[in-house]
């Protein structure tokens, strides 16, 4: 190797901190007894033959979470968030994640090995139960993958005297594995939580520890398997040795604490090169939700960047091997005792301080430095120093009970969102959440706009807002987004629409009026969506309120259509594919009086329901007193301030829509299914695959066809909302995103 001073040499403008990252996390299903569960795999998360997020581990109740491959740690660890969302809400309720890397009290037939389809998987791990023991396979940890970006690479190469990449990309990841494994003494020491194996679990008592995972102990190899680091040639030899020998089943058997990845073979490192690092030493930690910190993330980042910064290591395996037995050392010491005298901290601390000082970062890496510091002088504030205080009568089971079942509830929070992804549209979440749990692959292409990406082998999909398709003609989103072509299609296919007019500026509106003045009418923008700018008038208006109402309509399009007003209740039919998923009733935004409340201090207590917020994350939506609203209210001689009386209604819309605060009631059972087809028929006839069709309906008793409908079609919506299906505030909801998925990825 050449590469001692290589970071010094580089200038202070290097993409340093470009890099890919990826998490696995092992973590055992408990029931409700608080043992290991006994049910297999959960059903509705797909097939584990093929899944790429969620695994089955050793045994039948041990998860793997896989995070796809991630620009930032940030990234990484919020998608871990949500695969640890989608597993917990996917298993059995009563069931939950196991916080620690030991298992609480657990005999060795509670554990079931994994029952996989691939028979070679199946038998490796009978023949690990064998070799190891099937106990020592339920200890759980994660596992923190990293890929030192191709630009990074691409400009360090430029700098230095190797020739080929190839070459200098196999000895950069050697030379970090090297020091990972001479130095990771300290992440053992900073992050170790495998510190109590209960009672039985080994044939020694060990006491309180910090770490049982990364010593002697823990899962690792005979102490025969001794694996040169020294050459890359020589890594590859001597694990085939050991697979031709027996001494180990697969390459894969080989345990150490950083693994060279990109390649299944070891041996094709040396022609294909190593793409990654895998570093395996982590613990859970139990006091995150998802089993590590974002301080953790970032400060295990900054510390494998300083192991480029040290010199060239001399003497590489006798040096492992003494860095191996300090670990150890350091393992199985007390989690508040002082780091041994031998443990040279400094080094790679002034490593770490002089990397962040030449490339200029920013403070927070200072600060992560810093808190290593106190760590390294008060051992109480290392992982193991904080679960020490929380051994109850030699034992972690009551603190293990208590956050499993803590960070259950919190995955039960909210059920509608995706945790960690919750700024973006709601149905969009929950589209992703199904994607997730069926075992799509993912890719959020731009967040802010929605969209989304979806493979499956070599079949991609592209999604926007949840449900617009390649399914979808380019054109029709763009007819339904206009009101007055949508009538025009609809009416000319024979279906009833309200009559009315369009108009492109007030004055000529105004003049209209002596026309609808003795009429009930809708005034509504010609292509806003989510009822915005709509005023609806049961009983003719006045001059004053129409004019209002105009300017509202005006204040979102610059084309407005006055309607005649339909008479009767309206609904929301979900159409996909031709055929009606679901239907709602929208009951206009409203408050029932008491007697004592104002209807201010009513809207405000409404708004309290946990199913209420703002811009379609919640499945219902904040109620406003805003201009329609205060509009709405004089019309029914009220004011803001007017107290109801016990059981009276007031509404604050006339018109429905859930995005104006309205109420979701699920009809999809008792709507007569005449009524369901006709509104299949109308999103057929307009070329809509997704489609929400909106029928004002006078009398539900009348069956209805497309020659005597009995209703009126008063909108068709070309992105609808699908959470107000699902979360309703009465009935039981119909699911619809995974219907999206069906039909986009029948295969599966």
Same mark, same amino acid.
């Given at each position: ?244 020998? !027996?001494?180990?089943? &697969? =390459? ?9 990845? $990109?390649? %299944?073979?070891? #041996?094709? @490192? ?113 992982? !193991?120093?904080?679960? &020490? =205080? ?9 603190? $293990?009970? %208590?956050?499993? #079942?803590? @960070? ?341």
């Amino acid at each position: 190797m050449k590469l001692t001073n290589l970071l010094q040499k580089a200038p202070h403008h290097l993409p340093i901190l470009q890099a890919n990252f990826g998490l696995e996390r092992e973590s055992l299903r408990i029931n409700e007894n608080d043992r290991i569960a006994q049910t297999p795999h959960p059903t509705s998360l797909g097939s584990r033959s093929f899944h790429p997020y969620i695994q089955t581990d050793y045994s039948e109740p041990q998860l793997e979470l896989i995070t796809p491959v991630a620009g930032s740690t940030k990234e990484a660890r919020r998608m871990l968030g949500a695969i640890t969302d989608v597993a917990t809400r996917s298993m059995n309720k009563s069931e939950y994640l196991w916080p620690l890397s030991m298992p609480p009290q657990i005999e060795e037939e509670e554990i079931q090995i994994a029952q996989l389809d691939d028979d070679y998987e199946y038998q490796y791990r009978v023949g690990l139960g064998q070799r190891y023991g099937k106990l020592l396979q339920s200890m759980s940890g994660i596992h923190y993958n990293m890929e030192l970006g191709k630009d990074l690479v691409q400009a360090l190469f430029a700098q230095s005297d190797y020739e080929e990449l190839l070459t200098f990309k196999n000895d950069l990841y050697l030379k970090l594995a090297q020091n990972f494994l001479r130095y990771r003494w300290l992440l053992t020491y900073l992050y170790g939580t495998s510190s109590l194996a209960e009672k039985g679990f080994l044939k020694e008592e060990l006491g309180l520890v910090r770490s049982i995972r990364n010593s002697r102990y823990g899962y690792v190899n005979a102490s025969d398997i001794q694996v040169s680091f020294d050459s890359l040639d020589q890594y590859v030899a001597d694990l085939e040795g050991y697979v031709a020998s !027996g001494q180990l089943s &697969a =390459e894969k058997e080989f345990y150490s604490a950083v693994r060279l990845r $990109g390649s %299944k073979r070891n #041996r094709d @490192y040396l022609t294909q090169g190593i793409t990654y690092l895998e570093f395996r030493c982590f613990d859970l930690n139990p006091f995150e939700p998802v089993a590590i910190s974002q301080e953790t993330l970032d400060t295990v980042h900054l510390f494998v960047l300083s192991l480029l910064w040290l010199d060239d290591m001399e003497q590489v395996d006798q040096t492992l091997s003494q860095a191996s037995e300090l670990n150890n050392r350091i393992a199985l010491s007390h989690p508040l005792s002082a780091l041994p005298a031998e443990a040279d901290s400094q080094t790679i601390l002034t490593a770490m301080k002089e990397l962040v000082a030449h490339f200029q970062l920013d403070d927070s890496y200072k600060q992560l430095i810093h808190t290593i510091e106190q760590q390294i002088a008060n051992p109480s504030l290392t992982l !193991g120093g904080r679960l &020490a =205080e929380q051994v109850l009568d030699q034992s972690l089971e009551t603190f $293990g009970r %208590k956050q499993g #079942r803590s @960070y259950r509830e919190y995955a039960w929070t909210a059920p509608y969102a995706l945790k960690g992804y919750e700024n973006m549209e709601l149905s969009t979440q929950m589209l992703l959440f199904d994607a997730i749990q069926k075992g799509l692959h993912i890719q959020i292409l731009d967040e802010e706009d929605q969209f989304l990406k979806f493979w499956h082998g070599e079949h991609i999909e592209y999604v926007k807002n949840a449900n617009m398709t390649s399914k979808d003609n380019y054109v029709i989103p763009l007819a339904m987004a206009n009101k007055v072509v949508t009538k025009k299609i609809l009416g000319q296919a024979g279906f009833p629409v309200p009559a009315g007019a369009e108009f492109s500026n007030k004055p000529d509106a105004l003049r209209y009026y002596q026309l609808i003045r003795s009429s009930a009418i809708v005034i509504k923008p010609k292509s806003t969506n989510f009822g915005l700018g709509i005023s609806i008038f049961q009983e003719p208006a006045s001059l004053s309120d129409y004019e209002k109402a105009l300017d509202l309509a005006f204040a979102e399009d610059s084309h407005v259509l006055v309607e005649e007003y339909i008479a009767g209740t309206e609904y929301r039919f979900f159409v996909l594919d031709g055929h009606c998923e679901a239907v709602l009733l929208r009951v206009a935004a409203n408050v029932t009086g008491d007697g004592q409340s104002t209807i201010r201090e009513l809207v405000e207590k409404k708004n309290q329901d946990p199913l209420r917020g703002r811009d379609h994350r919640s499945p219902l939506e904040i109620i406003d007193l805003g201009a329609i609203e205060l509009l709405m209210l004089e019309q029914q001689g009220y004011t803001p301030d007017t107290i109801l009386p016990q059981g009276v209604q007031a509404f604050l819309r006339r018109n429905s829509n859930i995005s104006t605060g309205g109420d979701s009631i699920d009809m999809t059972d008792q709507m007569d299914k005449s009524y369901k087809q006709l509104a299949a028929q109308m999103a057929t006839a307009m070329g809509a695959w997704a489609c929400g069709v909106d029928l004002i309906i006078p009398d539900l008793t009348q069956p209805a066809s497309k020659d005597q409908p009995n209703c009126t079609c008063i909108e068709l919506n070309f992105n609808p909302a699908m959470y107000l299906h699902t979360y309703t505030y009465a009935g039981p909801g119909q699911r619809i995103t995974p219907k999206i998925l069906d039909k986009l990825f029948p295969e599966l």
